[in-house]
């Protein structure tokens, strides 16, 4: 395939160039780039600087202490991403915290010899930004008519879950975007969650992701819950409940006695803002209205979860 050399570092924006019909065109990844599984095979320009494996409460606590530092929390490697000759690079200026940005990539590009690569970031806050998007990166891929055969397939398959969840009940969502200290989520979330017939709490669309205290959690008190730590698997997520029932209010929460209490895979759809915003969408309306809606996500995409006290932690049953 003919058309720019791309180089994404950007899980989101991977799937976008995908999407578009350009992953013949792509030639370097980041290192969180990991969906189609194809573009694993190819060359990673970017590591993490925090190791694996931390609980959230140490993640939190490293991440601040580099970024009061006016540091990165990620390297790129500048000579390879200079040898594979990309004419764009995507990225991303909307945290830094979650990936890569322009100011990562000043170093690789001040010593670039030649004509500079150009840079298409991305920020979005709510779908009507991630649709722009899919038209940015389509203008500059030269493949315009293609963003918007995309967009017009997300919107509609959007649309047949809204039409079915609009006259419905709503029940009271908590989408929780970091458990220790715990942080609601938001941008698009609340979005996606009023769509699949639900109520967000906490955030509202497009305000970015508000702290939670637990008195307000309590207050509340929630009819679901959904948790999505940014980055985090469905695994990943188990391991970070199992700290987080040790607190006596968690309990007495509604969500929890009733067993609606969810795990979704947040690392692969509710934290990447391009097109499988719309199987988070599918997630959520299995979760919400399991009588209107079966696309076959949970298993893979979500778990409903039920605890039990024979522990002093409790013990973490998957339904």
């Known amino acids: 395939m003919t058309g720019p050399r791309i180089v ?38 970017t590591a993490t600087k925090l190791a694996k494996g931390l609980p959230s409460l140490e993640i939190e606590n490293r991440v601040q202490a580099i970024v009061s530092q006016g540091l990165s929390c990620y390297e790129v490697d500048a000579l390879l991403l200079r040898s594979l000759r990309p004419d764009v690079i995507l990225t991303q200026t909307a945290c830094a915290v979650c990936a890569v940005t322009p100011r990562d990539l000043e170093e690789a590009l001040s010593a670039w010899t030649g004509q500079a690569p150009t840079l298409l970031s991305f ?20 493949v315009p ?16 879950i809204g039409r079915k969840t609009r006259l ?7 989408a929780i975007e970091w458990v220790d200290p715990l942080m609601a989520e938001g941008n698009w979330v609340p979005e996606l969650i009023e769509l699949a017939g639900g109520q967000s709490l906490f955030a509202d669309v497009g305000q970015h992701s508000p702290w939670l205290e637990w008195d307000s959690l309590c207050a509340a008190d929630p009819e679901v819950i959904v ?57 959520l309306a299995e979760i919400l209205h399991p009588d209107l809606f079966d696309f076959g996500h949970k298993g893979r995409g979500w778990i409903q979860m039920a605890l039990h006290q024979e522990h002093s932690i409790g013990a973490l049953n998957i339904l």
């Open 8 to 45: 994404s570092l950007l899980p989101s924006a991977t799937e976008i160039a995908v999407a578009l019909g350009c992953e013949g065109q792509l030639f370097g990844r980041s290192h969180e780039c990991d969906f189609p599984p194809a573009v694993q095979a190819l060359p990673v320009c």
């Open 123 to 142: 920020a979005p806050d709510r779908l009507v930004d991630v649709w722009g998007d899919l038209r940015a990166a389509g203008d500059l891929l030269e």
């Open 145 to 160: 008519a293609r963003a918007e055969a995309v967009i017009d397939q997300l919107q509609a398959r959007l649309e047949v």
């Open 168 to 174: 419905g009940p709503k029940p009271t969502v908590a």
């Open 227 to 283: 948790l999505m730590p940014c980055g985090f698997t469905i695994e990943r997520t188990v391991q970070d409940v199992l700290e987080l029932v040790k607190d006596p209010r968690w309990q007495g929460l509604s969500a929890v006695q009733r067993g609606a209490v969810n795990i979704v895979d947040g690392h692969h759809y509710f934290n990447r803002p391009g097109p499988r915003l719309v199987e988070s969408a599918e997630i």
